[in-house]
């Protein structure tokens, strides 16, 4: 069976150990040097990018956010061992984690490693899609000529040159498709490598939960539930049209991707027509502090992904679902499009408050839509708050000393409250 050496990137025969270093960091698989669409997602970025940069906090649990806006962004792994995860309040967090390190996120630091990240991948194939500033995919469809190595090689020295010359850890995943190769990505995480090969994916597949479909909302997966389809089995049950019939244009989808078929190519200027983030409570909560801390990150985290993009907007959404799983939407176009945090904050932040509902609410997103090259973004003074590009200027400024001294060289202050 076809091996690969994730150490010292031998490719040989079965075996559980590396013939030319004897390590057992060994990757095996019947089509491991067949298939060529990846997915690299980076393990806890945010988190990774601190440890480096202060090697103290190596062994300890680390989470990104914190402050007045008190939501976790992100968490090392050691704290998610702890029970923490993305979106959970920082009270909740630290409950369950109380020598954790809380840090701010450092948008420009982060910024500036995903590009050293994207500049490793273009050296290996010009095929990119980007999804946020550490996860994309790749089509190294052709490449073995070039590189003199199948796919899978090149691919686990992506990862071990991310390591080595960057100092960020990230997981591979394999497959023949977009649709494979991301579920793969976040089955072995961290420094995972896995595959999913063509002629297991129907077993694979099957017993599988559909709310490992990518691209399918929350409000999707309500739908699917109500139908009864809660697995790919059920999702096999169903005919094409009768798909069609009870979910319209998403049923083909679903009905093709329950089979594992998905044709979409990795598009390197994929079209986009708006970036967003949403997060769906465990409880349904009203608690106008804590949903504030949510549209901080979302902000934070849409305005990563367009920054990844290198694209920017200037319709800011609000989206808001109910208790009884209605949704109410809320939207406003800006003066001039943005790809700062502060400006999509400040107007969600304005569009949360004209809503009159106290909640509670199960949802809470925030989008970008009517998209434009990032070099158009963020020119124009806002005459109705002539403060606006004061704040972009400093917070700008504020990032790149962090990024050369230090997260505390310098403070807000109200982050001494």
């Given at each position: 069976?076809?091996?690969?050496?994730?150490?010292?990137?031998?490719?040989?025969?079965?075996?559980?150990?590396?013939?030319?270093?004897?390590?057992?960091?060994?990757?095996?698989?019947?089509?491991?040097?067949?298939?060529?669409?990846?997915?690299?997602?980076?393990?806890?970025?945010?988190?990774?990018?601190?440890?480096?940069?202060?090697?103290?906090?190596?062994?300890?649990?680390?989470?990104?956010?914190?402050?007045?806006?008190?939501?976790?962004?992100?968490?090392?792994?050691?704290?998610?061992?702890?029970?923490?995860?993305?979106?959970?309040?920082?009270?909740?967090?630290?409950?369950?984690?109380?020598?954790?390190?809380?840090?701010?996120?450092?948008?420009?630091?982060?910024?500036?490693?995903?590009?050293?990240?994207?500049?490793?991948?273009?050296?290996?194939?010009?095929?990119?899609?980007?999804?946020?500033?550490?996860?994309?995919?790749?089509?190294?469809?052709?490449?073995?000529?070039?590189?003199?190595?199948?796919?899978?090689?090149?691919?686990?020295?992506?990862?071990?040159?991310?390591?080595?010359?960057?100092?960020?850890?990230?997981?591979?995943?394999?497959?023949?498709?977009?649709?494979?190769?991301?579920?793969a990505s976040d089955l072995d995480k961290?420094?995972?490598?896995?595959?999913?090969?063509?002629?297991?994916?129907?077993?694979?597949?099957?017993?599988?939960?559909?709310?490992?479909?990518?691209?399918?909302?929350?409000?999707?997966?309500?739908?699917?539930?109500?139908?009864?389809?809660?697995?790919?089995?059920?999702?096999?049950?169903?005919?094409?049209?009768?798909?069609?019939?009870?979910?319209?244009?998403?049923g083909e989808r679903l009905f093709h991707?329950?089979?594992?078929?998905?044709?979409?190519?990795?598009?390197?200027?994929?079209?986009?027509?708006?970036?967003?983030?949403?997060?769906?409570?465990?409880?349904?909560?009203?608690?106008?502090?804590?949903?504030?801390?949510?549209?901080?990150?979302?902000?934070?985290?849409?305005?990563?992904?367009?920054?990844?993009?290198?694209?920017?907007?200037?319709?800011?959404?609000?989206?808001?679902?109910?208790?009884?799983?209605?949704?109410?939407?809320?939207?406003?176009?800006?003066?001039?499009?943005?790809?700062?945090?502060?400006?999509?904050?400040?107007?969600?932040?304005?569009?949360f408050d004209q809503v009159p509902e106290?909640?509670?609410?199960?949802?809470?997103?925030?989008?970008?839509?009517?998209?434009?090259?990032?070099?158009?973004?963020?020119?124009?003074?806002?005459?109705?708050?002539?403060?606006?590009?004061?704040?972009?200027?400093?917070?700008?400024?504020?990032?790149?000393?962090?990024?050369?001294?230090?997260?505390?060289?310098?403070?807000?202050?109200?982050?001494?409250?």
């Amino acid at each position: 069976m076809p091996s690969l050496c994730r150490d010292c990137l031998t490719p040989f025969e079965t075996g559980s150990r590396c013939p030319a270093c004897g390590r057992p960091r060994v990757l095996s698989h019947p089509e491991l040097f067949d298939l060529s669409i990846a997915h690299m997602d980076c393990d806890a970025f945010y988190a990774s990018v601190e440890k480096r940069d202060n090697p103290e906090l190596a062994a300890k649990p680390v989470i990104i956010g914190g402050g007045r806006r008190g939501v976790v962004s992100t968490a090392c792994y050691i704290a998610r061992i702890r029970g923490v995860r993305s979106a959970m309040p920082m009270y909740r967090a630290l409950q369950l984690c109380p020598d954790a390190v809380v840090i701010k996120p450092r948008g420009a630091v982060y910024a500036q490693v995903s590009g050293q990240i994207r500049a490793l991948m273009e050296e290996l194939t010009p095929a990119i899609e980007p999804l946020s500033l550490d996860e994309a995919f790749l089509d190294l469809t052709g490449t073995a000529r070039l590189h003199g190595a199948p796919p899978a090689v090149m691919l686990a020295r992506l990862v071990k040159r991310m390591q080595e010359e960057i100092g960020v850890t990230g997981s591979i995943g394999l497959s023949h498709n977009k649709f494979l190769a991301k579920i793969a990505s976040d089955l072995d995480k961290p420094r995972g490598f896995a595959v999913i090969g063509q002629a297991e994916t129907p077993a694979f597949l099957r017993p599988k939960p559909v709310r490992l479909l990518w691209g399918v909302g929350d409000a999707g997966q309500a739908a699917l539930d109500r139908a009864g389809i809660r697995t790919f089995e059920d999702l096999l049950r169903w005919e094409k049209r009768d798909l069609v019939q009870r979910f319209g244009s998403m049923g083909e989808r679903l009905f093709h991707l329950a089979r594992g078929e998905d044709r979409r190519r990795v598009t390197r200027n994929a079209p986009v027509k708006s970036i967003s983030n949403e997060t769906t409570f465990d409880e349904d909560t009203g608690d106008r502090d804590l949903l504030d801390g949510h549209l901080w990150r979302l902000s934070e985290k849409t305005t990563d992904r367009a920054k990844a993009k290198g694209m920017a907007g200037r319709t800011v959404t609000l989206k808001l679902r109910r208790a009884n799983f209605t949704l109410m939407s809320r939207r406003m176009t800006l003066p001039d499009a943005t790809q700062m945090a502060d400006t999509l904050y400040r107007a969600a932040r304005g569009l949360f408050d004209q809503v009159p509902e106290p909640g509670p609410w199960r949802l809470i997103g925030v989008g970008l839509s009517d998209l434009v090259p990032a070099s158009m973004a963020d020119r124009l003074p806002d005459l109705l708050d002539p403060h606006a590009a004061t704040r972009a200027k400093a917070e700008r400024a504020a990032d790149e000393i962090r990024a050369r001294f230090g997260n505390d060289a310098i403070l807000k202050g109200r982050a001494l409250r």
